[in-house]
């Protein structure tokens, strides 16, 4: 894999971003915006909505994420913010707080075909945890699959226990037998 660099998501990259989520918006229309609006919202917004909204929230100088880089292209996203800026985690019955820390959220991990499976999510996650601890964040958690079968990329968007693990992420707490809830400290 060639060297990989990391910037946080900012206007002057937003092209970047829809260079590497291409016109499906990475994923049916998400725009990175499942976690943010509730399910009506993000019907409504489903595309082109839900990919002006996410710019408007970049452009308000939100840094929603981190961009992973590959010889100048951008191959890797990894969505992170304060865990209160992704409202429909507190309305899930297996995702709900642990207790009343403070926390910054990973939601979600898109990698570009030609880079899956070689180990850039572990690094983005590193990378993304890295880019909250500088803001000021002191416990990251995220929201993994635990799955023993084979899975297509698409459904595992918030990512894999493994990565997790190998990023030092501990799991804290578990309502589901494939969601368990992962932090790191710092």
Request: hydrophobic share 35%; with cysteine; net charge positive.
């Amino acid at each position: 894999m060639p060297e990989i660099s990391y910037h946080p998501l900012t206007p002057e990259r937003w092209a970047d971003l829809e260079r590497l989520f291409g016109p499906r918006g990475a994923c049916g229309g998400c725009w990175c915006m499942w976690w943010r609006l509730n399910r009506p919202e993000w019907n409504r917004g489903k595309g082109e909505g839900n990919r002006k909204a996410f710019r408007k929230l970049v452009r308000s100088g939100a840094e929603p994420g981190v961009l992973a880089y590959a010889d100048g292209e951008p191959v890797g996203w990894c969505a992170i913010a304060p865990r209160e800026q992704y409202p429909k985690l507190n309305h899930s019955r297996i995702l709900k707080p642990v207790d009343d820390q403070p926390v910054w959220s990973v939601t979600c991990f898109y990698i570009a075909h030609g880079f899956r499976h070689q180990g850039l999510s572990t690094a983005l996650l590193k990378a993304a945890a890295e880019f909250a601890s500088a803001r000021g964040a002191k416990i990251v958690e995220g929201y993994p699959h635990d799955k023993k079968k084979a899975t297509a990329d698409v459904f595992v968007y918030t990512g894999l226990l493994s990565a997790f693990r190998k990023a030092g992420f501990k799991e804290v707490a578990r309502r589901s037998k494939t969601r368990p809830i992962m932090r790191r400290s710092f």
